[in-house]
Nanobody
Framework: QVQLVESGGGLVQAGGSLRLSCAAS????????VGWFRQAPGKEREFVAA????????YYADSVKGRFTMSKDNAKNTVYLQMNRLKPEDTAVYYC????????????????WGQGTQVTVSS
């Protein structure tokens, strides 16, 4: 069992930056793909980015490509989502998720979820 805890959300002006963190406890991320999803009010949860822990292969949604960057700290068993040039449409609750094996962008293919952290971008 993997427990995921996100942190780093907040309120920022358009054009600003935030860094989200997702720490795992219970077991390591080894062998897993770890990703970020987001859900805006009234919308379905959508894929943002994901990385395979072992190889570091990373995949981004087109809407965030070039603005968001995932990274990881093996020693801390933590992944990060650096979000730059934020837009009001990035406002959402951001969730960390993990699954055994390769990256999958579907919400129903994830094995573990964090509790979410709110990101609000003002115009």
């Amino acid at each position: 069992q993997v427990q995921l805890v996100e942190s780093g959300g907040g309120l920022v002006q358009a054009g600003g930056s935030l860094r989200l963190s997702c720490a795992a406890s219970g077991r390591t991320f080894s062998g897993h793909a770890v990703g970020w999803f987001r859900q805006a009010p009234g919308k379905e949860r959508e894929f943002v980015a994901a990385t395979t822990w072992s190889s570091g292969t990373t995949y981004y949604a087109d809407s965030v490509k070039g603005r968001f960057t995932m990274s990881k700290d093996n020693a801390k068993n933590t992944v990060y989502l650096q979000m730059n040039r934020l837009k009001p449409e990035d406002t959402a609750v951001y969730y960390c998720a993990a699954r055994w094996g390769l990256i999958h962008t579907s919400t129903n293919r994830q094995d573990y979820w964090g509790q979410g952290t709110q990101v609000t971008v003002s115009s």
